[in-house]
């Protein structure tokens, strides 16, 4: 039938590819003929099937009959064949034989019942009945109204014939039905022929939509993006393969569940809301969402989507961006750490660019300053900064990126910043410089040391207290030092104490034991620092006490050992202690040494050095250490030099120990020197070796040098005295040597048996004897008040024949190395008698 | 005091004295006196021990010549054994040594002459 045919696939042509849209027209179709068949055909068919039986039941059954209802039932039975054909072929014209066939069917039924009934109005319904036939060639389901208008009207007829009202009445109704009828089919033909021409494009258009249909399904196909179609009750409908490849679901497992399904949980909610915005007409562009995989992996999906509201269905395109996202996430993760990190770094880190614009302001930045982040964003940097910086920085700035000499970068600087509420406060500011391309920026590293300076400060304060007690006891330490160095007569010192520290672990001491003798101390704790200074002080007084006039220096060390041991022990200290007792007008010297290794004796006339050792161990080792005492004398010019180990132990920039040969040779080269002038040399030697070098024990240096001196005395010029004058003589020039003592005796003799036997012969009177002692000999100085003696009246004697006299003159010369004989001086006459120790 | 002076009994006409201690102008009027006694007792022949001798001076010495001079007066002589080293450098000085004799031992002094 004609009505099946109308094309409704043109609707569909917006969405959908090519078989939906043919399955779509299918549907369509199959729906409208099965429509057209139902009430119609059935309709029909009971209104045939009524109008056989009615003919039946009034004209009896007869040839007339059984023709008239063989008629009905082919007509209907060729009907139902017309309906199945178009049903399995929708060419509508295969419509028109039928339509025909029950054409000519009703028209031969009206010349059936004119001949059998020869009934006038029968035949007068008739002729209506074929006038409304006449338009089933046009209009077939016009020609169904009528039809049943006039049948229904032929029964009425039949029923009701006898009533002449009726049959005009019966008249009006049928004519009016059939003009109803006209009209629309009027109306109607005009639509079928746009219905027509609208089948005829269709089909004249149906090659060129199948290859576009096709072209779609490639595109479909192939699309690497997921395209689909979805109904809003929540079910894919069709699928690219880009969705088995993204998802690795075949389409049957997608279509078979809502795809909401398989969103991830935290997307449903979204998703649905999404839906329902398609639904209600919204195009969706951009919406993520994530679905799982077939291997349980979440994709990352982005979709734009459109939906064709009246169908119900949803356009959308899928785009995988899965590993977008997770690189986005990786980056993002990596600014949240970065972020976390600066907001977590106890120091402020600041960025600037080159215009001094802070780019990034961290949390601790914004706690050490007291600015929001937000509050210094954009601004310069100078807001941080107090004057000069204030007014200065943008000139740092340039001058760096003029000269590229970096002033702090890299170099971290204490500078001051100025906090949000005005307080100016020390900061630690390393600044470090990022290249980019076409511009600098500046990350600056702060460090709020409020608290460190003030510490430091503290810690300052606090150490120049201690500083100060430190200097206080340095200077009673020194005040215990003697303030002068001893003067008899004979000896001349010099000492020196350089603590390595503010207090020194040596000491030394000189004790006035007599006006002719002097007690040296020299004495080392084993330690450096405060506890050996104490100990320096407790030994000091414990040998003042000790040291006497008539005590040997081993019983004040014995006695200073013992007292000292146990305070010694208990400080786990140990000291080496050097007493000497010298006695000024002898040259003698006493010592005892616990432990104290260093002291040289420089002899004048040999130069030669000879080391004074030990006479026992250090003290605080042994309790009873006995110790010994030893002698030797000292010439005019002798050296004696006591030092620390601070000397010896000196180190100098390349590890060398400065030695005892040093110290010699400094010695040997000073031999004129005074005690001082050596002392000072010892010092500045060692000061030149270590230099560069921090002094690391406690030097000090005792120089004691023997000096020329002058021993004299007066006897009565007789010869009863005569011994004891040249005893007294040679006693002094035994200094010197034995030999040299003799000699000198032997011309003194000679000298004072002169004097007496010749200058006072009988006279009383007496000699006045000098001696001086010098480093070089021996001087010896006579004055007597008797008569002058002329020395040139005496020559030499005659060597060659033996005299009884005569000789001591020429003794006297050949044995000295000066003679001299002035007689009549002040004090008397006057013999100098010079012999030189080293036989010059 | 400060000199010992030991004379021995003259053997086969010898004398020998032993001298000890400081020879100076206080002892020499000792020696002296000693030497001028053997001669005059006619001993010509003197030997001085002088080994105990600690100190001579010029005094000491011309007590020794003069014993020398007068042995030499009889054609005798006066021979010195012993000397310190000190002692003998006295002689040296005076060129006296020139004029003595000097022995290492008494007995072979004795036997010189």
Known sequence: MTEEITPSFHDDQQGGHASEIKAEIALSLNRTAWESISPVSITLAILYTLFTVGHILLLLPGIKTIMVSLAAGTAIVLFGIGTLVKRANYRPLITYPVMFTVFVLAVANSLLHLFLTNDILQTTNLILVIFGIGYFVLSTPWYFISLTISTVSWILFVLKLDEPGNVIHFGIAVFSANLISLVFHLVRKRNLEEGEKLRLLSESQWVEIEQAQEERDRFFNLSIDMLCVASFDGYFKHLSPAFEKVLGYSDQDLLEKPFVELVHPEDKDATLDVVNNLASGSTIIAFENRYRANDGSYKWILWNAAAFVEAGLIYAIGHDITAKKESLFALEEREQSMQAILNTTVDGIIVINELGIIQSFNRSASSIFGYAEEEVIGNNIRMLMPEPYHGEHDGYVSAYLDTRQPKIIGIGREVRGIRKNGEIFPLALAVSNVELPGRTLFTGIIRDITERKRAEEALNAARQRLQQEIDLAADIQTSVLPRELPTIAGFEFSARNLPARFLSGDFYDFIRLDENTVQVVLGDIAGKGIPAALMTLSSRSVIRNESTSDAYVVDVLNEVSRQQYQDLSRAELFVTLFLARLEGHTGQVWYASAGHGEALLWRHLENDVIPISATGLPLGIFPDEQYEETNFSMRPGDICIIFSDGITDAVNLDSEFFGIDRLVSIIQGCAQFTADELLNAVVQAIDDFSRGVDQEDDITVIVAKALPRQVSFELPATLEHLDQIVAAINHNAALYSDDFAYEVELASSEAVTNIIEHAYREKQGTIRVEMTLNQDGFQLDLFDEGEPFDVTATPDPNFDTPQESGYGISIMRQIMDEMLYEPGTERGNHWRLVKFANGG | ?113
């Open chain 2, 1 to 113: 005091m400060d000199l010992t002076i030991i004379e021995t009994k003259p053997i086969d006409g010898v004398a020998v004295l032993i001298v000890a201690g400081r020879l100076n102008v206080i002892s020499a009027g000792e020696l002296k006196d000693k030497l001028k006694a053997l001669v005059a007792d006619g001993v010509y022949q003197i030997v001085l021990e002088l080994a105990g001798v600690t100190f001579i001076d010029s005094s000491g010495l011309s007590a020794i010549v003069l014993g020398l001079k007068s042995t030499r007066v009889h054609e005798g002589a006066l021979k010195l054994v012993g000397l310190r080293p000190t002692t003998k450098k006295v002689f040296e000085l005076t060129r006296l040594d020139r004029v003595f004799e000097f022995y290492e031992n008494t007995d072979e002094a004795i036997g010189s002459f």
